[in-house]
T-cell receptor, first 117, second 110 residues
Framework: DTGVSQDPRHKITKRGQNVTFRCDPI?????LYWYRQTLGQGPEFLTY????????KSRLLSDRFSAERPKGSFSTLEIQRTEQGDSAMYLC???????????????FGPGTRLTVT | EDKVVQSPLSLVVHEGDTVTLNCSYE??????LLWYKQEKKAPTFLFML????IEKKSGRLSSILDKKELFSILNITATQTGDSAVYLC??????????FGSGTKLNVKP
């Protein structure tokens, strides 16, 4: 399968624990995005990378959240000291860049559903 | 404040009906508008629109963008039960940032 993959697909954790999610984008895509989606809402932008550089972070991304893409390939999203409000679907998406600097459409992974008890 | 608003929030139709979903936006430095279909999994890409007045079509689905009035519509003709999903509109702005609407939940009954 050459699509975007995410691991794990489901995570249940207790409040206060740390969790880490992984995203493997489509191999030739240099842009990688993280989103959070709650029930009945569209995906909310969290952060994105171009190659290994993290270009922007949403104000939604508190200091408990950190994301990395060390070699410009896979990315990890870590949440420290999880809270019940962190329960959501965490989606990863990847895209290429057009020559003029505009992004191609994003392709989404299946998501990681986090439940904080 | 940047925003993307979709309407209606939900819609129930019968197979064979035609539906029109709406997306209006107010963002700085608009670059493109995208439509996605989301069933009980990740969103799947439908259309990307960058120019006003040019219809994009794929089978029974079509979409058009009006950059003057700041909206887009997604049409689905001869609906089928397999079209039941949440349809998301996303706007690309400020160099590769994407703002999603809350979606329209479509339920197509047999």
């Amino acid at each position: 399968d050459t699509g975007v993959s995410q691991d794990p697909r489901h995570k249940i954790t207790k409040r206060g624990q740390n969790v880490t999610f992984r995203c493997d984008p489509i191999s030739e895509h240099n842009r990688l995005y993280w989103y959070r989606q709650t029930l009945g809402q569209g995906p909310e932008f969290l952060t994105y990378f171009q190659n290994e550089a993290q270009l922007e972070k949403s104000r939604l991304l508190s200091d408990r959240f950190s994301a990395e893409r060390p070699k410009g390939s896979f990315s990890t999203l870590e949440i420290q000291r999880t809270e019940q409000g962190d329960s959501a679907m965490y989606l990863c998406a990847s895209s290429s860049i057009r020559r003029q600097g505009m992004a191609y459409e994003q392709y989404f992974g299946p998501g990681t559903r986090l439940t904080v008890t | 404040e940047d925003k993307v608003v979709q309407s209606p929030l939900s819609l129930v139709v019968h197979e064979g009906d035609t539906v029109t979903l709406n997306c209006s936006y107010e963002v700085t430095n608009f670059r493109s508008l995208l439509w996605y279909k989301q069933e009980k999994k990740a969103p799947t890409f439908l259309f990307m629109l960058t120019s006003s007045g040019i219809e994009k079509k794929s089978g029974r689905l079509s979409s058009i963008l009006d950059k003057k009035e700041l909206f887009s519509i997604l049409n689905i003709t001869a609906t089928q039960t397999g079209d039941s999903a949440v349809y998301l509109c996303a706007v690309e702005y400020n160099f590769n940032k994407f703002y999603f609407g809350s979606g329209t939940k479509l339920n197509v009954k047999p």
